[in-house]
């Protein structure tokens, strides 16, 4: 089991820049930490992933040059900087995991997040 919880959203104007956490526990992976969103109304969908050992990362395109994943192996965390933002960037957005490589598909990640809220205002 690994466990997920995220931090950092909030309510920032547009052209701000919010950065997120996702921090894990439970049993060590060696896999992929995906960031996703779903606005109201809308299917979840792929931000961007980072490979945890390799620190490889790969983006959605509406997000690639304002969005940014790094990581902290010692903090078992994970970070999604935002700037840039735009209104149409507001959803809740979610940290999750999968073993082996990046990919984009929500159903090939099996550990989940309880979700931050992010409200770009225009």
């Known amino acids: 089991q690994v466990q997920l919880v995220e931090s950092g959203g909030g309510l920032v104007q547009a052209g701000g820049s919010l950065r997120l956490s996702c921090a894990a526990s439970?049993?060590?992976?060696?896999?992929?930490m995906g960031w996703f969103r779903q606005a109201p109304g809308k299917e979840r969908e792929f931000v961007g992933a980072?490979?945890?050992?390799?620190?490889?990362?790969d983006y959605a395109d509406s997000v690639k040059g304002r969005f940014t994943i790094s990581r902290d192996i010692a903090k078992n965390t994970v970070y999604l900087q935002m700037n840039s933002l735009k209104p149409e960037d507001t959803a809740v957005y979610y940290c999750?995991?999968?073993?082996?490589?990046?990919?984009?598909?929500?159903?090939?990640?099996?550990?989940w997040g309880q979700g931050t809220q992010v409200t770009v205002s225009s």
């Open positions: 999750a995991t999968k073993p082996g490589g990046i990919r984009v598909g929500v159903p090939e990640y099996d550990y």
């Open positions: 980072i490979v945890w050992t390799a620190g490889s990362t």
């Open positions: 439970g049993r060590t992976f060696n896999g992929v």
